[in-house]
T-cell receptor, first 113, second 114 residues
Framework: DVKVTQSSRYLVKRTGEKVFLECVQD?????MFWYRQDPGLGLRLIYF???????EKGDIPEGYSVSREKKERFSLILESASTNQTSMYLC????????????FGPGTRLLVL | SQQGEEDPQALSIQEGENATMNCSYK?????LQWYRQNSGRGLVHLIL?????REKHSGRLRVTLDTSKKSSSLLITASRAADTASYFC??????????????FGKGTLLTVNP
């Protein structure tokens, strides 16, 4: 069965801290994605990766970076967390072929104080 | 920018009734997908309909697609309390190198009352 896991369900950090959110998928998917979800704004794509060490900016990459050193793992990094990065973060993966279904992790709810 | 826009934003019905949600989009698509999200959880894929399909069924779900009107609808028949969730449409564009990215709407919150 398909599985995407995220390192934490809930996280509380302080302004200025460096934050790592990790995502692991066990489906050998080429594509991996990071979204943030905010009330009234829906899901917005932060970054995605289509191969190891390859990445592309999404719609809202400012303040974030990503790392993909292994195919199954995609990390989202907040270099210096700010209160406006308080949000629900969702990771997803999919096959390389165009338009394929995305499989989501359970989400990480991040609070930046 | 949001490609898909769901309508209504919220819907409350009684158990056993049918629920219909609509999605409109702006540009040409490769396919359209519907996802469900239970409160505080990740999204779960429900159904995918390709641009050359008009209707698709999966259990109690029926999806239609009208590419001339750039719209889709999701019908849930004989709803259950467990169907209470947010429902999102997501589109894959038909052109360019971004055709593996999904663009999500803001969702419809469905509440099914026992």
């Amino acid at each position: 069965d398909v599985k995407v896991t995220q390192s934490s369900r809930y996280l509380v950090k302080r302004t200025g801290e460096k934050v790592f959110l990790e995502c692991v998928q066990d489906m050998d998917h080429e594509n991996m994605f990071w979204y943030r979800q905010d009330p009234g704004l829906g899901l917005r794509l932060i970054y995605f990766s289509y191969d190891v060490k390859m990445k592309e900016k999404g719609d809202i990459p400012e303040g974030y970076s990503v790392s993909r050193e292994k195919k199954e793992r995609f990390s989202l990094i907040l270099e210096s967390a700010s209160t406006n990065q308080t949000s629900m973060y969702l990771c997803a993966s999919s096959l390389i072929r165009a338009g394929k279904t995305q499989y989501f992790g359970p989400g990480t709810r991040l609070l930046v104080l | 920018s949001q490609q898909g826009e769901e309508d209504p934003q919220a819907l409350s019905i009684q158990e056993g009734e049918n629920a219909t949600m609509n999605c409109s989009y702006k540009t040409s698509i490769n396919n359209l997908q519907w996802y469900r999200q239970n409160s505080g959880r990740g999204l779960v894929h429900l159904i995918l309909i390709r641009s050359n399909e008009r209707e698709k069924h999966s259990g109690r779900l029926r999806v239609t697609l009208d590419t001339s009107k750039k719209s889709s609808s999701l019908l849930i028949t004989a709803s259950r309390a467990a169907d209470t969730a947010s429902y999102f449409c997501a589109t894959v564009p038909n052109s360019g190198g971004s055709n593996y990215k999904l663009t999500f709407g803001k969702g419809t919150l469905l509440t099914v009352n026992p």
